[in-house]
């Protein structure tokens, strides 16, 4: 055992934060970006001004003897830097940041992550306060697919609800189509269990929400009967068809 004299100071400039290493799979890769992208086009948080939400970013610290490396973090209140041109601002540098993301996921591929074993304890030594492991191919997890974790005195207690308090989200599985592919996906949601959307889903949102705005200003036009359908078609810039149809809609 070393004494604290021989023991190795820990400099972040001699860290290796990039190992080439590969993400696991397809799934993994469209997976992590479903729990960071939605967070920066949808998430209105009431209490937090800003955040760090990243996909497969190491987390170093003198705490821990090797760097930690979780699928997903969320850190909560975290000053950016100006530029990443130092090493230390291209991982998570928790000696400098200051603290420990509020909460790490997992995302299951293989029995070989230790996500049940060290992972579990290490999350617990440097602070985070909310852990998930999500093991689509159940190979760590036995009859259900998700488990979640609130960390007291650095001691994980299972979750019953992936609900985190402390960070006004929690965690829900969701079935349907990511980018053109379907599966049960992990997804961030509100206290209520909604999802927070993505930015394709936000626009989609918007689209029906302006049409649904336009078809009551043309319904309304039609109503007021000094207008041919052919004029108000003209004044909104669509088909007369269109105008007929939502006469339809109405009768």
Known sequence: MLTSKEKKIFNIEEAEIEDGKPVDNIFSEKQMRLLTEPLYTSWESERYTNFLATANVGIFTEILENAIVPDVLLSLEVEKPENRTKKEDLCYYLDKIGKAPEVVIEIVSNKDGNELDSKLKDYGKIGVLYYAIYDPGFHILKGKPMSSYRYIKGMAVGMEKSWFEEVGLGLRL???????????????????????????????????????????????????????????????????DYVKSIVKKHL
């Open 174 to 240: 969701w079935e349907g189509f990511f980018e053109d592919e379907y599966g049960v996906w992990l997804r961030w949601c509100d206290y209520f269990g909604k999802v927070i959307s993505t930015g394709k889903e936000l626009s989609i949102q918007e689209k029906k929400r302006a049409e649904k705005e336009k078809d009551g200003f043309i319904q309304r036009a039609i109503e007021r009967g000094k207008l041919t359908l052919k004029e108000i078609a003209e004044d909104f810039g669509v088909s007369e």
